[in-house]
């Protein structure tokens, strides 16, 4: 009998994000993903983690609200 | 021989050495123009127009030009009572003194609070603005152009209106009024660059929270300069008119108080919103 083992687990606490209030880290990995995605390319694989972070992190409204930004190019992040 | 001492002393008649001033209306005025001014304020932010037609601007106008007038009337019985009636004695001058003092800090925590709001605002930007501040898209004033001669104009008339102190204290009148006129020129020059940033700035009052904070602090600042400016010139039209003496001056201290208070306001508002939010 194979046994998978399922690993649990989410974005790691960041030391810049110390309250309980955790909109800024879901915002600053979303941020920094697409930032290495312009700076490094988009096949790269580096930037999956922050991926996986944002992704963990952010409420599903709020990803796809700031994607339609972004295809507006009305995103408020320095990009 | 008409050697008759005809001097009446103020201590014949009253005998005890504070001012009981006559029944006057106008503070009762100037609590009618407030509420009229207030009112009028109130309902034009609503968006509540005037019933004949119109914005409602015009009330806040009218409410604007009666407290002005009864403010006027108001000081100019207190400057006959002071100068041509000798109701100042030294006790009454140093409650004066105090109640400007206390008016001025009045104005310092209005200013705390305008400031709070800034900072508030400024020091964790939210995601809204790009989490960062300046927020991203507002294009900030260079604060080495314009508000780096406005802080010199400021700190120049600070200096102009002590030279011109301390020559009414000297009893040198040419100095006096060159230094008091310097300083209305410094100021009145201030009033003009400043209007000319507000032209010319790349952003207005609607852009955000920036733009909310930058006019919102900058503006009463503004008001307060001019405040300010007309204060001194009353006083300056007082010294022509030899109202003032080397040693009895006090609407003309109560002026440079309050401009020094100006000139700190716009000192925090230049390193705070002009400098380090830029």
């Not at chain 2, 501040?133 to 260079?142: H, S």
């Not at chain 2, 001669?149 to 120049?156: A, H, K, M």
């Amino acid at each position: 009998m194979a046994e998978e083992t399922v690993e649990i687990k989410t974005a790691p606490a960041d030391f810049r994000f110390p309250s309980q209030n955790q909109t800024k880290h879901c915002f600053t990995r979303y941020f920094e993903y697409h930032k290495c995605l312009k700076a490094k390319g988009e096949i790269s694989n580096e930037c999956e983690k922050y991926a996986k972070y944002y992704r963990s992190l952010c409420p599903l409204e709020w990803i796809q609200k700031w994607n339609e930004q972004r295809d507006q190019g009305i995103f408020a992040g320095p990009l | 021989m008409n050697t008759k001492n005809t001097t009446l002393s103020r201590t014949q008649f009253q005998f005890q050495p504070f001012h009981l001033v006559t029944p006057s209306p106008w503070p009762l005025l100037t609590s009618f123009a407030l509420l009229i001014l207030t009112s009028a304020a109130v309902m034009y932010f609503n968006g509540y127009a005037n019933p004949l037609g119109g914005s409602g601007a015009l009330l806040v106008g009218i409410g604007l030009a009666t407290t002005v007038a009864a403010m006027a009337l108001w000081f100019r019985d207190v400057v006959a009572e002071g100068t041509f009636l000798g109701d100042h004695t030294i006790l009454v001058q140093k409650g004066i003194t105090m109640g400007v003092a206390l008016f001025i800090i009045s104005e310092v925590f209005f200013f705390i609070s305008v400031f709070w709001a800034f900072f508030h605002s400024s020091l964790s930007p939210t995601v809204e603005l790009g989490a960062q501040w300046p927020p991203v898209g507002i294009a900030t004033i260079n604060p080495f152009e314009l508000p780096l001669l406005n802080t010199i104009l400021l700190l120049s008339s600070g200096a102009t209106v002590t030279y011109a102190h301390h020559s009414v204290i000297e009893g040198n009148r040419r100095g006096a009024i060159l230094g008091t006129l310097m300083t209305l020129v410094f100021a009145i020059l201030f009033t003009i660059c400043q209007g000319i940033e507000y032209v010319n700035a790349g952003f207005t009052i609607a852009d955000g929270v920036f733009g909310s904070t930058f006019f919102f602090s900058t503006g009463f600042h503004g008001i307060h300069v001019i405040i300010g400016t007309a204060f001194i010139a009353v006083a300056f039209f007082r010294m022509l008119s030899y109202h003032l003496t080397d040693h009895h001056h006090l609407g003309f201290e109560a002026s440079i108080l309050y401009w020094h208070f100006v000139d700190v306001v716009w000192l925090f508002l230049f390193i705070t919103v002009y400098w380090w939010g830029s």
